[in-house]
């Protein structure tokens, strides 16, 4: 883990409320594992106070991108952020994703922004090579909050749609259209990553418990110091007090009580 000064290399937008930041950081770049997260200080000064944590979304040649909405202070305050303009991120943080190579059948579960950390999820699958049937599924509300198709598309990889109002894709939730989708498959060769609304990873974890497939799951909890430190970010466990940013933010779906109504950003 470091701390470093990271340069911003561009900033735009991308759709309505969405940005994509590229970061030149050398340190954090070459040892992010898919999943991992960063702990960035927006504000040079105290306001906000605390650091706000992004996923790595993509990771090549000493950079790294990260891919945001703006929901509050944080965030509006980083899409401000110009070329050249310098940032203190902590990183790489986090447990990611274990991807394993035994699976022939693979699941990718976006909702909404859980888009951030897959994408590095899914090339990894596509290095492991060839043999497996890998689909993303991507969710949102409406077709303009569909993020990364062409990207993951350019991979080779399946890419299926689904938004709540039917503007592009299968018309409802993206959990629906997983649920549809293995209702044939054997799930011992099944592993499914995914991330999105905790109401989403708990409909996944369900299937996944009564039908026995693999599962990991990135979760989204408020942070305070992000090093395992504070208990700021704990959540309950099947075997006791999880700390989101340390032995997470991807767990194994059966290591998490989804009934904790802590799980829910308050
Ligand atoms: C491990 C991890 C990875 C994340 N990766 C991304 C990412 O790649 N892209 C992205 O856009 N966001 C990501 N988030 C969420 C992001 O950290 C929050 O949106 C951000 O901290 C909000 O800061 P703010 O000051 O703009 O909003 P605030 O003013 O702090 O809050 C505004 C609104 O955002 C909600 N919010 C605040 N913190 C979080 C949080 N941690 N998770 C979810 N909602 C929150 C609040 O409930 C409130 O409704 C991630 C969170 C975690 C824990
Ligand atoms: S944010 Fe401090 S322990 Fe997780």
């Known amino acids: 883990m470091y701390q470093v000064k990271a340069t911003v290399l561009f900033n735009e937008k991308a759709g309505k409320a969405h940005y994509r930041m590229k970061l030149e950081v050398s340190q954090i770049a070459k ?31 000493g950079r790294i991108d990260i891919l945001y909405q703006v929901v509050g202070r944080g965030t509006a305050i980083l899409s401000k952020k110009r070329r050249g303009d310098q940032l203190d991120l902590l990183g790489p943080l986090g447990k990611g994703f274990e991807i394993d190579s035994a699976f022939s059948k693979i699941f990718i579960i976006s909702g909404g922004m859980g888009v951030a950390p897959l994408y590095m999820v899914a090339q990894e699958i596509t290095r492991l090579g060839q043999g497996k049937e890998v689909t993303v599924l991507l969710g949102a509300k409406n077709k303009e909050l569909i993020l990364d198709k062409d990207d993951l598309e350019s991979l080779g990889l399946r890419v299926m749609i689904a938004t709540e109002d039917g503007s592009e894709g299968y018309q409802g939730l993206v959990s629906d259209l997983f649920e549809r989708l293995i209702s044939s498959q054997t799930s011992l060769s099944l592993a499914v990553y995914s991330c999105g609304p905790v109401s989403m990873l708990k409909k ?23 090093l395992g430190a504070c208990l700021g970010c704990v959540i309950r466990g099947t075997s006791g007090y999880l700390r989101v940013c340390k032995e997470g933010p991807v767990f194994d779906a059966q290591e998490i009580l989804w009934d904790d109504p802590g799980l829910e950003i308050k």
């Open 204 to 226: 996944i974890a369900e299937l996944s418990s009564h039908q026995g497939f693999f599962c990991q799951v990135s979760l989204e909890q408020r942070m305070g110091c992000g």
């Open 31 to 61: 040892d992010a594992r898919p999943g991992q997260f960063v702990h960035i200080r927006c504000s040079s000064g105290d306001d906000p106070l605390l650091r706000r944590p992004f996923s790595i979304h993509k990771c090549a040649q």
